[in-house]
């Protein structure tokens, strides 16, 4: 809590408390038993609270106890009862138990107002004595409604950093009104005690709490009923966005696409002059118009390339199955007229009814519209987006023959403002759908139909041409089996995969022209290149692309193959603008074994459709065997790898080291270029596994590799010899430079023995030989470079490290910890 409230609330329980001792000594009482029934009175009305329809806070009959007693009792007396009415209040039925302070606060508070509403009632007795009580009790009223609001207003203002005025306005002024009633009835009460009697006070004032109390049950019904109202409506709106969000999760496409086509409906919508249960409905249709796609095979959805004839008529029945899913929401407004026809078109070529003109609902004319607009704008799994601009003129030619023409006015008038408003802008038993429907209308997508369907369906009509090319299809045939014969030779007859794919490349482009051949595997899932070659291949060999994503991301997750997709849409191919691709169709085709998807094979092409079934066929046979291929090379290479690797460091062991100095050997004697090897070894190891462990000790000698590694050029090399040896090769570095690379490596060691181990544990002995200078072999490098090692120890043994500048006779350098 803020100082100044803490300093306030200080400051209002000691006024507080300093009234009520001035109230109650010395105490006064004219009728104890009056008193009494006042005091009992006032402890049931403050228990009484109720909550009034759209305000925040509740009210009790508090206040009109403590108005009726400034008229009918002395000031200890109204004290007492303001005392305990406030105490019962804080602790009666309280959801959260108040704390000491505000306990304090809320009582001296009230003590406060009490004490200076009767002062005002009292004084008024002398300015306003001809006016009578009612003005006094107005008066009284007045004071004690406005301390007592503007205390707690002050309060919360000082500990939410609000302002006061603010707080009191939204959150207490709205209690003005019934003070007022409350001192009416007050100021009635009085004059009966005056005229009749207490005692017939005390009887009928049961009879106002009864009547507060009907009062509450009838608000406490009407709350009950506007909160069922808000449920049914909550839920209404939560069974919209949950059918939406089943369509998310079957087209990931969906999602922003619903969105941005609700922002261009409604504005439509609002622009023709619709009722709003027409943009109610207009507004759940947006959300909902591909519900039917959960009956459509999800690999038809985000296949990334053109359907064929029997997937568009599968695809065809989801406005159908969408309208039945809906029907059962029973919504307020006509919402599932617009989802069963947002395929019609305008001239009567849509589906599924075929309707033409006004027979299409004005909703479901705008949603098609619209609907067309965005989708052409978007990225879509068989093409890039369109410009904006190039979009809305696809649709204003359509004006007349698929569109509404006064719909695709408004979009041409307000496409680019309502872009801008765009980008800143749980269900019932279904029953039996008609997932298997026959759509007799609708003659094709309107990306057409996969080339091959047409070419197959154009050769059934004329078999006359067949027997013409016979002869070609039996001498292709029988090429075909031969090729694939000696393909699948040579597939197993190499363990190298580079080799292995070489191969296959050759021998697959006699029988599938392609102008870009890529093999990717899958790692960590996603797709890496694994090899390319042609057109783009530099582009190709930079992708990573995850699974499920583009084109051979769908063809691994889904397990099925691609003809003539869009290479442009596989992930970061053409992401950059300066970038341009001549290749048009694509090719691709999972590589499966036992064990599973291991990657895709995929050929590309500059020109449109250039891929055939056949040649699907051809690329289909080779794939088991090529999968076997690719994952036998794929186990030698890690098992290569493994055999030269060091498995704690990732260095390589001694057999690379000697296998490495050998070519560099031969290369040196080739080009008469200089050639260092380093051997270190690191002192005050054992130390370090006495102390903190072998774990500990492990981690040091990986965190010395990468120490040493990050010293070196990239061309040189490091080697883990075995234990805490290490062999740097250094080609092609003068004395100067060795010397500095030395010192580099003392310093990185250090490092590492501070961040694994906390302090300087360990120092790094080195010797080095020269090629020439101290051998021409790797035997004689070595051994002469471990011997000035061993050298420098002994120095450092006898408490004199050597300098990295000093010269030492057939002995190297010393690095010191």
């Not at 909550?51 to 008229?71: K, M, N």
């Not at 055999?643 to 390589?652: E, H, I, K, S, V």
């Amino acid at each position: 809590m803020p100082l100044k409230a803490k300093m306030y609330i200080a400051l209002i329980a000691a006024s507080g408390l300093a009234a009520l001792c001035f109230a109650v000594y010395p105490w006064e009482s004219q009728n104890l038993m009056r008193f009494g029934f006042y005091l009992a009175l006032a402890l049931i009305g403050s228990g009484s609270k109720v909550r009034l329809p759209g305000i925040t806070g509740t009210l009790s009959v508090y206040f009109l106890f403590v108005l009726l007693s400034i008229v009918e009792l002395k000031l200890p007396e109204t004290m007492v009862i303001v005392a305990a009415a406030t105490l019962l209040q804080c602790y009666w039925q309280a959801k959260n138990r108040p704390s000491a302070a505000q306990v304090v606060f809320n009582t001296t508070s009230n003590f406060l107002a009490a004490a200076a509403a009767h002062l005002s009632y009292q004084s008024g007795l002398v300015i306003f004595s001809s006016l009578g009580i009612p003005v006094r009790l107005g008066l009284a009223a007045i004071v004690f409604f406005v301390i007592n609001t503007a205390t707690v207003a002050i309060v919360i203002g000082l500990t939410e950093g609000r302002s006061p005025r603010q707080v009191w306005t939204e959150s207490y002024f709205w209690s003005f009104p019934y003070y007022m009633v409350g001192a009416s009835v007050a100021g009635f009460f009085g004059y009966l005690s005056r005229t009749v009697g207490w005692e017939v006070v005390v009887m009928l004032i049961p009879v106002v709490l009864l009547l507060f109390r009907g009062y509450r049950l009838y608000l406490d019904r009407l709350e009950s009923q506007k909160l069922h109202a808000e449920e049914v409506a909550s839920l209404h709106l939560r069974t919209i966005e949950a059918l939406a969000l089943s369509i998310e999760a079957k087209d990931h496409v969906t999602h922003d696409h619903v969105q941005r086509v609700q922002v261009y409906a409604l504005e439509v919508g609002k622009e023709l002059g619709l009722t709003k249960d027409e943009l109610n409905a207009l507004q759940a249709a947006s959300l909902l118009h591909d519900i039917g796609k959960l009956a459509v095979p999800e690999h038809i959805i985000s296949k990334p390339g053109k359907l064929t004839s029997e997937e568009f008529e599968k695809m065809k029945i989801h406005p159908i199955v969408g309208a039945e899913i809906l029907e059962r929401v029973r919504f307020p407004y006509p919402v599932v007229p617009i989802v069963r026809s947002h395929h019609e078109k305008w001239d009567g070529t849509g589906y599924p009814d075929g309707l033409k003109g006004d027979e299409i609902p004005i909703g479901a004319r705008i949603l098609s519209a619209v609907d067309c607009l965005d989708a052409l704008a978007s990225d879509r799994q068989y093409r890039r987006a369109y410009p904006l601009d190039k979009a809305m003129a696809i649709v204003a030619d359509e004006s007349g023959s698929s569109f509404d023409p006064r719909v695709v006015e408004i979009l041409k008038q307000r496409y680019r403002e309502l872009e801008v408003k765009a980008r800143t802008a749980n269900v019932t038993e279904l029953g039996t759908l008609s997932t298997d429907a026959k759509v007799e209308r609708g003659a094709a997508p309107g990306a057409g139909f996969e080339e091959d369907a047409a070419e197959e369906a154009r050769a059934a009509s004329c078999p006359a041409a067949a027997p013409a090319d016979f002869l070609i299809s039996i001498a292709a045939a029988r090429q075909e089996v031969q090729a694939l014969f000696e393909m699948a030779q040579e597939l197993g007859s190499s363990l190298s995969l580079p080799e292995t794919l070489s191969v296959l490349a050759a021998r697959l482009k006699q029988l599938v022209p392609f102008d870009a051949f890529a093999i990717y595997v899958a790692r960590n899932e996603k797709l890496i290149p694994e090899y390319v070659i042609g057109e783009d291949h530099v582009l190709f060999s930079s992708l990573e692309i995850p699974m499920g994503q583009g084109l051979s991301g769908w063809v691994a997750d889904n397990r099925k193959p691609v003809l003539n997709g869009n290479p442009s849409v596989e992930p970061g191919y053409l992401n950059d603008s300066k970038k341009f691709s001549k290749l048009n169709s694509a090719v691709a085709v999972p590589l499966e074994d036992c064990s599973g998807v291991i990657g895709v094979l995929a050929l590309y092409r500059s020109d449109r459709n250039a891929f055939t079934r056949d040649q699907l066929r051809i690329l289909q046979a080779v794939t088991s065997k090529l999968a076997v291929a690719i994952r036998n090379s794929l186990m030698y290479r890690q098992a290569a790898a493994t055999a030269t690797t060091d498995y704690l460091t990732g260095l390589p062991n001694t057999r690379s080291l000697f296998m490495h100095l050998d070519a560099e050997l031969s290369r040196c004697h080739r080009s008469g270029e200089p050639l260092t090897v380093l051997v270190c070894d690191l002192d005050g190891f054992k130390e370090v596994n006495d102390r903190f462990g072998h774990l500990t000790g492990n981690r040091l000698l990986a965190r010395t590799a990468t120490a040493l590694k990050d010293c070196c050029r990239e061309y040189d090399y490091v080697a883990r010899m075995g234990g805490d040896e290490f062999v740097v090769v250094l080609p092609g570095m003068d004395e100067n430079a060795c010397k500095v690379r030395l010192h580099q490596l003392e310093q990185a060691v250090e490092q590492a023995s501070v961040e694994v181990c906390g302090e300087r544990l360990v120092s790094l002995s080195i010797g080095k030989a020269h090629f020439r200078q101290h051998g021409g072999t790797v035997e004689d490098l070595l051994a002469e470079a471990d011997r000035q090692m061993y050298g420098n120890k002994q120095h450092r043994k006898r408490g004199r490290p050597l300098r990295i500048t000093e010269e030492v006779v057939n002995s190297g350098y010393a690095i010191a910890g």
